[in-house]
């Protein structure tokens, strides 16, 4: 039996107190390294780069990313999702 690790990635506000995630997580990734990886180019990505959120919306609400990747036996039932970007 091999450990996958599963990928989630959240949007948190310091105001609010709550943290939020989209429906393409969890990823999963065949090591802790590449979930690493992943992670913090994604909170990058979604903060930043996507155009998800101005500057004004992350000060506001004291917005931060926040990314786990959580070990999980495979029991041949987890899947890896691919990402495909232009």
Do not use: W
Not at 46 to 55: L, Q, W
Request: net charge negative.
């Amino acid at each position: 039996m091999s450990i996958k690790f599963l990928l989630t990635v959240y949007i948190c506000s310091a105001i609010g107190g709550d943290c939020y995630t989209n429906p393409e997580y969890p990823k999963v990734f065949d090591d802790h390294h590449d979930c690493i990886r992943a992670g913090l180019s994604d909170s990058y990505e979604i903060i930043y780069a996507e155009g998800n959120f101005t500057k004004e919306d992350i000060n506001n609400n004291q917005l931060y990313p926040k990314f786990t990747c959580i070990p999980q036996e495979d029991e041949g039932k987890i899947v890896t999702r691919l990402t495909v970007k232009n």
